[in-house]
């Protein structure tokens, strides 16, 4: 079974950092796409950044140039360094791995983050 679990979330003042954090089991990042959502209250969840298996990045308009996504295999960790924090920023963050090949598509329960203006 493929669990990913969140943490690293908080309450920050605009212009600070988090680091999020996203654990697997039962699966493997390595050979998996790996992104982070994000739903803000009211809002639809829209994805932010994401990593392909070959270790490419997306993101969102909103986000590029301030938040960084980064894969330890060995760890089997993902991460969302997010800096520059603005209270736009807020909402409760998703880590969600995805395998067409095996129809693999996992999300984890989420973590607030809350940016204060």
């Known amino acids: 079974q493929v669990r990913l679990a969140e943490s690293g979330g908080g309450l920050v003042q605009a212009g600070g950092s988090l680091r999020l954090s996203c654990a697997a089991s039962?699966?493997?990042?390595?050979?998996?796409?790996v992104g982070w959502y994000r739903q803000a209250p009211g809002k639809q969840r829209e994805l932010v950044a994401s990593?392909?298996?070959?270790?490419?990045?997306n993101y969102v308009d909103t986000v590029k140039g301030r938040f960084t996504i980064s894969r330890d295999n060995a760890k089997n960790t993902v991460f969302l360094q997010m800096n520059s924090l603005q209270p736009e920023d807020t909402g409760v963050y998703y880590c969600n791995t995805r395998d067409p090949a095996t129809l693999l598509n996992a999300w984890g329960r989420g973590t607030q983050v809350t940016v204060s203006s």
């Open positions: 039962g699966t493997i990042f390595s050979i998996n796409a």
């Open positions: 990593m392909s298996i070959g270790g490419s990045t």
